[in-house]
């Protein structure tokens, strides 16, 4: 993990309308926009560019193309983000 670089993501060639959005992670709506459609058969790679002082845990991702999330999270359209604070420091939350 490194703060000063932006983790990308391909959204491929899915077959329907899709997007990504994330809970959890404090990063600019630029990056996390749910009105931000990829169309069918074709690409997008998002960047993340998450703050070094973001706090530690585990966020969530999923499909979020307004009438069709429910069906593309049933398909498996949803994943885990883990932030670490890289350093060995612990915090009380």
Known sequence: ???DVSYPY???NWP?????HTHGLHVSPEWDNVFDA???EQNKTLHY????NHYPGVQWYHSHFHQA?????QGGLFGALIVETGT?????F
Do not use: F, G, W
Not at 16 to 20: A, K, M
């Open 1 to 3: 993990y490194d703060p």
């Open 10 to 12: 391909t959204l491929r």
């Open 16 to 20: 329907d309308v899709i997007n990504l």
């Open 38 to 40: 990829v169309n069918p």
């Open 49 to 52: 560019e998450i703050p070094s």
């Open 69 to 73: 999330t429910e069906l593309q999270i």
């Open 88 to 92: 060995d420091e612990t915090n009380d």
